[in-house]
């Protein structure tokens, strides 16, 4: 076996979003167990500035989106900031995960010098491929996981490492 | 340029610990600005069984020392667990990073198949390189350095996404 741009992105991707869901799913029972809206667990955020649960859960989505497609040289579908719910967020990692796993090896192979131009902010960045997947992708990927990981954990929900790494 | 593993963990892991130490420099400023005992900050914590930011610190460091090292087939260095203050945890990641840079591509290139085995709490687990790099150790080291990121945030320091990312 050997490391390849596939290997280091679409199924590590598509592995967490799967860890996302399912914690997801654990904050959902928390919620009915204990009474509380779930919706005010969508809402929350560490502070009044940072994005709330549901946002997170979108970003790291779109984060990995936008990655195989760049990666792939295909078209990044569209997906609307629309969700509030636990349902709703699941679905939305549900078509992430499907659009992952729709692309193939071959298409996101060989992509290390793929020029990535993509917009943060009001700055146009430009990479090549590996860069943008070691540099920024991934990490920005776990950091958004990380932090709906954090908020729930915060916000009491019971929740473990393995968890977010899931098993690998 | 061919992906490789030295390519996707030592210079990452590296990246990532010199972003953190540039938080914990913006963390100390802000302490000093407004009169916050650091030691507060380095005791925080999002949940009352969640590490606190030192420990986030030294895990973030320990995973990305021992990934380096068990990929290249050397020594894992042990570090104590005595931080406390920011200039300690600074000099935590300062002989992390000393590590991970000592050591050559051609020493980690290639360790896709090779026999990973390590401890998580009562089990022991075995993985093949390249799963135990992309499937436990980069997110594992992301987590911890995101909710590093995350409990600063959450205790006021002013951060942006670019602090963690850094220049890519």
Redesign the interface.
């Known amino acids: 076996?050997?490391?390849?741009?596939y290997?280091?992105s679409a199924p590590?991707f598509a592995?967490?979003l799967k860890s996302l869901a399912a914690i997801l799913d654990k904050a959902q029972a928390h919620a009915e167990a204990r009474k509380i809206d779930p919706l005010v667990l969508s809402a929350a955020r560490?502070?009044p500035d940072?994005f709330a649960l549901a946002r997170q859960v979108q970003v790291a989505c779109d984060t990995a989106k936008g990655a195989v497609a760049r990666l792939a040289g295909v078209e990044n579908p569209k997906h609307e900031d629309t969700e509030k719910t636990f349902a709703e967020l699941k679905a939305r990692i549900d078509k992430t995960v499907a659009f992952i796993e729709g692309v193939k090896p071959a298409q996101i192979d060989g992509s290390?010098?793929r020029e990535i131009v993509m917009k943060l902010g009001p700055r146009e960045v430009q990479?090549?491929g590996?860069?943008y997947l070691?540099?920024?992708a991934?990490?920005?990927f776990?950091?958004h996981?990380?932090?709906a990981?954090?908020i729930l954990?915060?916000n009491?929900v019971e929740l473990a490492?393995r968890d977010?790494?899931?098993n690998?």
Chains 1, 2 share one sequence.
């Open positions: 076996m050997t490391l390849s741009m290997q280091a590590r592995h967490m560490l502070y940072m290390e010098d990479w090549k590996m860069q070691l540099g920024f991934l990490p920005n776990y950091f996981a990380a932090t990981y954090d954990r915060h009491g490492k977010f790494i899931g690998v």
